[in-house]
């Protein structure tokens, strides 16, 4: 049964930068892949980045350059660290394996405005 618990969402103006943290229980987190994802407004969810137990990563097109995924299996978390952060980039984020298989909780929201 994976739980999860997104922090680290908050209010920046455009070019800043915030760090995502996803603390993961109810898995065998070093042999998982797991993934952020995002909502916006209107939008369908997205996968925006993910990293395989390999360290693998995939980024979506929009944040090539801009995100990276981490993890740290000593402490079962997984990081986004979102660098030159756009309007477009408002969503509510939440972290999942990829494939999703825990409930879709409240995520954090991230509000990138002027």
């Known amino acids: 049964q994976l739980q999860v618990a997104e922090s680290g969402g908050g209010l920046v103006h455009p070019g800043g930068s915030l760090r995502l943290s996803c603390a993961a229980s109810?898995?065998?987190?070093?042999?998982?892949?797991m993934a952020w994802y995002r909502q916006a407004p209107g939008k369908q969810r997205e996968l925006v980045a993910r990293?395989?137990?390999?360290?693998?990563?995939n980024y979506a097109d929009s944040v090539k350059g801009r995100f990276t995924i981490s993890r740290d299996n000593a402490k079962n978390t997984v990081d986004l660290q979102m660098n030159s952060l756009k309007p477009d980039d408002t969503a509510v984020y939440s972290c999942?394996?990829?494939?999703?298989?825990?409930?879709w909780g409240q995520g954090t929201q991230v509000t990138v405005s002027s």
């Open positions: 990293i395989t137990w390999r360290r693998s990563t």
């Open positions: 109810g898995i065998i987190f070093s042999i998982t892949t």
């Open positions: 999942n394996t990829d494939p999703p298989v825990s409930d």
